[in-house]
């Protein structure tokens, strides 16, 4: 079945690390979005992809960086320049006129 | 430029009753519109969209949701709450980013059913 898959599922980071999120899709869409989640803010966007090595920042992407080498894969780092990276994270593709499909998502913590 | 608001960030329904979410958009263009559903840590399943063929759109779990252009809302019913719907909910409204679509979401109501 085709879907969104993202890992890992729980991830701890020390302070002033980097760690990466993995997202991958086999539904063939061409876009691709990353957003954070945290309690009462609903959902806000950190980076999307139209096409292969193209990207562009969301409404909250500092601290952040993504590549999209691939149409499948879109990860997103979590660079020690995000103070408060303690979130939910959701990557969700999309093609045009049907809404997103969603990961079930990745939550980080910091330790 | 699009946005949503949603009425109300936690709703109480008993076992049975009537379920209804509120959701009032603001948009430049005619606009999509979505409702989606949330479990606890997972991602948003797609209830049901809204894309100007029909006023009333159904979805699944027996949720349903009338576009009301004149009221710009578009809220989510269900005749009877099962416990199973305890879950947090989003609407939102779709935009264009670049040629592509782009969802604005609201800040989400969590439903709370009482046995």
């Known amino acids: 079945d085709g879907g969104i898959t993202q890992s890992p599922k729980y991830l701890f980071r020390k302070e002033g690390q980097n760690v990466t999120l993995s997202c991958e899709q086999n539904l063939n869409h061409d876009a691709m979005y990353w957003y954070r989640q945290d309690p009462g803010q609903g959902l806000r966007l950190i980076y999307y992809s139209q096409i292969v090595n193209d990207f562009q920042k969301g409404d909250i992407a500092e601290g952040y960086s993504v590549s999209r080498e691939k149409k499948e894969s879109f990860p997103l780092t979590v660079t020690s320049a995000q103070k408060n990276p303690t979130a939910f994270y959701l990557c969700?593709?999309?093609?045009?006129?049907?809404?997103?499909?969603f990961g079930s998502g990745t939550r980080l913590t910091v330790v | 430029a699009q946005s949503v608001t949603q009425l109300g960030s936690h709703v109480s329904v008993s076992e049975g009753a009537l379920v209804l979410l509120r959701c009032n958009y603001s948009?430049?263009?005619?606009?999509?519109l979505f409702w989606y559903v949330q479990y606890p840590n997972q991602g948003l399943q797609l209830l049901l969209k809204?894309?100007?063929?029909?006023?009333l759109v159904k979805g699944i779990n027996g949720f349903e949701a009338e576009f009301k252009k004149s009221e710009t809302s578009f809220h989510l019913t269900k005749p009877s709450a099962h416990m199973s719907d305890a879950a947090e909910y989003f609407c939102?409204?779709?935009?264009?980013?670049?040629?592509?679509?782009?969802?604005?979401f609201g800040t989400g109501t969590r439903l709370t059913i009482i046995p």
């Open positions: 969700a593709s999309s093609i045009s006129g049907s809404g997103y499909t």
């Open positions: 948009s430049s263009v005619p606009p999509y």
């Open positions: 939102a409204v779709s935009g264009v980013l670049g040629g592509n679509e782009k969802l604005t």
């Open positions: 809204y894309t100007s063929a029909a006023t």
